[in-house]
């Protein structure tokens, strides 16, 4: 059974910080693209981050660069994104996908290349 499990979001007001993580089994974890995707209410999802397999490659939406960072622990078959300096514009459902392999030209930050979903986890960034 091939399965993603996100945990870690929160109610945090604006600066704060929060670390998101994305547990799988059931397949080869570190050998796929792992990406982050975000969704508000009326809002299309869009993508927040990604990380490579071969290279280690990390991948960032504008609106988070320099605030965000993605990380993967092999050991752990987990992957991580770290989200400081808050705004209230980060608010959403936040889900991790997966890439199978093999891929070469794919875009990161695009929801149509994933093979694979988390259910998501709630961040709210409110006073």
């Known amino acids: 059974q091939v399965q993603l499990v996100e945990s870690g979001g929160d109610l945090v007001q604006p600066g704060g910080s929060l670390r998101l993580s994305c547990a799988a089994s059931g397949f080869t974890f570190y050998y796929y693209a792992i990406g982050w995707f975000r969704q508000a209410p009326g809002k299309e999802r869009e993508g927040v981050s990604c990380?490579?397999?071969?290279?280690?490659?990390?991948y960032y939406a504008d609106s988070v660069k320099g605030r965000f960072t993605i990380s993967r622990d092999k050991a752990k078959n987990t992957v991580y994104l770290q989200m400081n300096s808050l705004k209230p514009e980060d608010t959403g459902v936040y889900y991790c996908?997966?890439?199978?392999?093999?891929?070469?030209?794919?875009?990161?930050?695009?929801?149509?290349?994933?093979?694979?979903w988390g259910q998501g986890t709630q961040v709210t960034v409110s006073s």
């Open positions: 990380i490579s397999s071969n290279d280690h490659r990390t």
């Open positions: 996908a997966a890439l199978k392999p093999p891929y070469s030209d794919y875009a990161p930050l695009g929801a149509g290349e994933y093979n694979y």
